[in-house]
């Protein structure tokens, strides 16, 4: 069964970090795109970050970009979101997606990680 578990959020002030993980189970990880997605209350689900499955490419939202860097470790079928400098825009729920190339049906989502950005 396909598993993907987001841990790390919580409760932090402007300026500080947190990093994000996200442990995979039920599908041969390595193959996968991986990507962190976040909802803010009253807004649309957004792409903030995907690595592709070698991990030699990047891609993040300008509004993340500086500040943000996704990373991952196919021997632990993991996937991380390090975030620095977080601004009170920062708060949502994080969600980690697992996606094979373009395939709607190889597409996988976590249950979510709730990540508070306040003073």
């Known amino acids: 069964q396909v598993q993907l578990v987001e841990s790390g959020g919580g409760l932090v002030q402007p300026g500080g970090s947190l990093r994000l993980s996200c442990a995979a189970s039920?599908?041969?990880?390595?193959?996968?795109?991986m990507s962190w997605y976040r909802q803010a209350p009253g807004k649309e689900r957004e792409l903030v970050a995907s690595?592709?499955?070698?991990?030699?490419?990047?891609n993040y939202a300008d509004s993340v970009k500086g500040r943000f860097t996704i990373s991952r470790d196919n021997a632990k079928n993991t996937v991380y979101l390090q975030m620095n400098s977080l601004k009170p825009e920062d708060t949502a729920v994080y969600y980690c997606?697992?996606?094979?190339?373009?395939?709607?049906?190889?597409?996988?989502w976590g249950q979510g990680t709730q990540v508070l950005v306040s003073s």
């Open positions: 039920g599908f041969t990880f390595r193959n996968y795109a």
């Open positions: 997606n697992a996606r094979f190339g373009s395939s709607t049906q190889y597409n996988y």
């Open positions: 690595i592709r499955s070698y991990g030699a490419y990047t």
